[in-house]
């Protein structure tokens, strides 16, 4: 139990909770600037971060040990659940990808972002429970187990990015795991061989998404390469101090598309510069930092690989996503974390920030 005294809220660990508070407003800047209703879609974002600081307080003061060994598979299964209504008529299709489930009297969610955060706790979960020892093919394929009903439920979905996310948790455990040099060899060798098995089997606008990224200069410029294009130009055209809030071309007169989802960091590079950006990322490195920190304090492997777990979710969308914004990446579908457009992958990740606040509270205790 913790005891709500002055002491426990001295001890709450505040740069790692208002670092993702500050991205969150942060990226209401720039979808109040893009999105057809800005005040309905901050106001979601809004309610989303109050909603999301209310699970992470719930959670902080929960052990996260119980929720580890206890509480996970149900989580778990919950959420397999969701991702099978997804496929239902209860699905919502958008942008082509029918990834967000609508229950009669509720607003819609996005099951695939839950999904991440059950995943990292059944991976912890293993991890604790498995036998010391090496690092065996059985533990491989254990853990592989746990990755792939969401990943398959979620290619149905057609969610390409979000897949790539739970291959990027996946071996960032297996490294945690304690991986065998010998696997990371073979894995590095066999990785350019799959992804030319895999290419011509890809759908057509997923190789031309590729093709803009490889071969710019002969990209149709109205085609796949358009949203690419008018990305660039925005992130370039804002300079060291940005044309001002509101005062964007790119995404105020809709040249980019959907500037308030994937792309809400074109956005804050127009309209806020290079200074921006800059504090964009200082934010996210503190609260990266601040993770990490409760990462190397926590007193068990649960809470430690639990946490290393969420910095490798958060780190694999921040670089895909700024990929994608600058040109050097494929779109895939990545979002901006905390800051894109989303109420569902808010409030997953200050699960997170709870999951870690509650490792911090009990970093003293056996």
């Known amino acids: ?45 809004l309610i989303a971060l109050l909603i999301g600081l209310l699970i992470a307080a719930v959670v902080m003061f929960t052990d996260y040990r119980k929720i580890i060994n206890e509480v996970a598979p149900f989580i778990y299964g919950a959420v397999l659940f969701l991702l099978v209504l997804v496929i239902s008529p209860l699905g919502v299709t958008l942008n082509g990808n029918k990834a967000w489930l609508h229950i009669p009297g509720m607003p819609s969610i996005q099951p695939s972002e839950f999904a991440k955060v059950a ?20 533990d491989a394929a254990i853990m592989a ?3 792939f009903p969401p990943v398959i439920l979620i290619a149905l979905e057609h969610d390409t990015g979000t897949m790539l996310v ?35 089997h890809l759908k057509g606008y997923q190789r031309e998404r590729i093709e803009v990224i490889l071969h710019p200069e002969s990209a149709d410029p109205k085609g796949f390469a358009y949203q690419t294009i008018q990305s660039m130009i925005a992130v370039g055209s804002g300079g060291p101090t940005g044309k001002g809030i509101g005062k964007g071309t790119q995404g105020q007169l809709g040249f980019l598309p959907y500037a308030y989802s994937d792309f809400i960091g074109a956005v804050i590079a127009e309209e806020t510069g290079f200074i921006g950006i800059l504090m964009m990322m ?47 990446m494929p779109i895939m579908g990545i979002p901006l974390p ?29």
């Open 1 to 45: 139990m913790i005891d709500l005294s002055r002491k426990t809220f001295r001890d709450i660990d505040w740069l790692l909770l208002m670092a993702p508070v500050a991205l969150t407003v942060f990226g209401c800047i720039g979808i109040y600037s893009t999105s057809p209703k800005p005040f309905d879609f901050v106001k979601k974002q």
């Open 145 to 147: 187990a746990y990755v």
């Open 119 to 138: 995943t990292i706790l059944m991976l912890s979960r293993y991890l604790t429970k498995r036998r010391p020892g090496k690092f065996t093919l059985r």
């Open 282 to 328: 200082a934010l996210y490195l503190i609260f990266l930092w601040r993770l990490i920190a409760v990462a190397l304090s926590a007193r068990d492997k649960a809470g430690a690989t639990m946490i290393m777990g969420f910095v490798a979710l958060i780190t694999f969308h921040i670089l895909c996503n700024l990929g994608m914004v600058v040109g050097i």
């Open 166 to 200: 739970f291959g990027a948790i996946l071996a960032v455990f297996y490294f945690l795991a304690g991986i065998p040099k010998k696997f990371v060899i073979a894995g590095v060798l066999a990785l350019p061989l799959a992804l030319i098995a895999v290419y011509p």
């Open 338 to 366: 905390l800051m894109t457009a989303g109420g569902t992958s808010i409030m997953s990740m200050f699960a997170g920030v709870g999951l870690a606040l509650s490792v911090r509270f009990r970093r003293f205790v056996n």
